[in-house]
């Protein structure tokens, strides 16, 4: 299971966005966020920012590490 994780299939869904719309507003292709949104594929700092942007979100809110997921729900359930 990948460490590296991403929010983009549930952002577009929330949009109505197809992979190709995603890809065209941020100049690449859909292939390229089919891979990203499986895990296959890693952006660069650039186009994640890029992505983020075409949400109008910060890139933690688009991208996280599953182990810092797990902590932070950890650390708000003994909260609790």
């Known amino acids: 299971m990948p460490l590296f994780r991403t929010r983009l299939r549930v952002l577009r869904a929330e949009r109505e ?8 507003q941020v100049g690449v292709t859909r292939q390229t966020i089919n891979s990203i949104e ?11 920012f890029k992505i983020a942007r075409a949400f109008g979100k910060q890139i933690a ?5 599953r182990r810092y997921l797990r902590l932070a ?8």
């Open 61 to 65: 809110e688009v991208f996280y590490l």
């Open 17 to 24: 966005w197809s992979q190709a719309k995603l890809a065209a």
């Open 38 to 48: 499986k895990g296959q594929f890693h952006p660069n700092l650039r186009l994640a």
């Open 73 to 80: 729900r950890r650390h708000q359930a003994e909260e609790n």
